[in-house]
């Protein structure tokens, strides 16, 4: 759950919520990467980092999706006081436990 600035809400009595977002550290990142997955990392023509799956694109990687601080900035900007963080596609508890099933054939 990320939190904004409780001084920035548009209302005393009503929280505006965002339900669904997502958030990626590096390092979960760096565990689709070397995980054996259909899914892998390229740049788009304009230098965003995306994910692909299966040759085509997944998703881009926005700044907001990797620093905390641009989140919050953002929140603040659209009144947004709590987002709910939700787990994302690739997932690296599937990939996870594809990687262990593979390893028990």
């Given amino acids: 759950m990320i939190l904004s600035d409780p001084q920035s809400r548009t209302s005393k009595n009503h929280a505006k919520l965002d339900l669904h977002t997502h958030f990626y550290t590096e390092k979960y990142f760096q565990t689709i990467r070397d995980l054996p997955s259909e899914f892998s990392f390229a740049e788009s023509s304009t230098g965003q980092t995306i994910i692909t799956y299966r040759g085509a694109r997944f998703f881009g990687v926005t700044p907001a999706m990797t620093d905390v601080a ?14 709910v963080v939700s787990l994302s596609t690739p997932n690296v508890f599937s990939l996870l436990l594809n990687t262990s099933l593979r390893s028990r054939e």
């Fill in 70 to 83: 641009k989140r919050i900035e953002d929140m603040d900007r659209v009144g947004i006081d709590v987002e």
